[in-house]
């Protein structure tokens, strides 16, 4: 594989749709409690060990990062990049005040960071679905591993199971956030193509896991999907796929509440799809 330091990407309509506000910035928290032990089983499968070196690629709040310098102890060393700045401030004060000393934060877009060829393992998660050309991503990232380390991804699909027995409500909503999904993020389809885009960057096949979060009426998801949709109301409302008054977002969480305990039905998450490839 060619290691050049020349990242093929840098396309000005990559900005992160969801932006970094205080409900955003809780919504990610909430979002990696929920994910962590998926994320921590795709690190493990990767091979993730103490002392290792650590690039975590749109980094956001810090969560990923701060997962991986557990794993990898104080002999172990972790940046995380991210392009936007304002959130990095949030993430090296919680990485302070968790007591990670291990990771170095940097506002850096993959397309600018320099540091080639150096990490045992680079991974990203949310990161390709926000991407309008997932395998030069994906080529790009490859560039940061050395040889022998491993690229790993954590990314959502939008395409869901349908269970027997749901929370209409829940189903309605998350579809009202799919379809926005699907319209505003440059690469909605991040997970159903993520091997495609390793065999397309000229890279080996990755290894594949996928879990979906579920759970009944006292599941983080009853959160995490109004947090989730009132990020993203602006392009509800602007694509009319649903009006405020039908959301209905500040009472939305309590309304699915009150059916999930009617219903005894289950509240599932889009599937969340790993890959990781040794290179
Ligand atoms: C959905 S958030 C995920 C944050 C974090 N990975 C997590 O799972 O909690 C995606 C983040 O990737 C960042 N991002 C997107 N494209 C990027 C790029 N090309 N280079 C660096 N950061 C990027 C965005 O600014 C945003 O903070």
Redesign the pocket.
Known sequence: MSRSPAHE?ADPR?E?V?G?SENEVRR?TL??DM?RSITERLMRNAGIREGMKVL??????G??SMLAAELVGPSGRVVG????SD?LGLAVERSKRAGYDNIVFQE????TFTEIGTFDLVI????LI??SDGTS?VRAAAKCVRPGGVLAFHELCLWKPTYPFPVPLYDKALGWLTKAVQSAFLGPEAADRLAMHFLDADLPRPAMFSEMVVGCVESPLLLWLPDTLRSMMPVVTRLNIATEEEVGIDTLSDRIREAALETKGLLTSPLQVCGWARL
Request: hydrophobic letters at 50%; one cysteine or more.
């Open positions: 990407i990559d992160y969801l970094h990610l979002q990696a994910l975590d690629l749109g980094c956001g709040a969560d990923v990049i991210d392009r936007v959130v850096a877009s993959l397309a990203g998660r949310y990161v926000h991407q991503f």
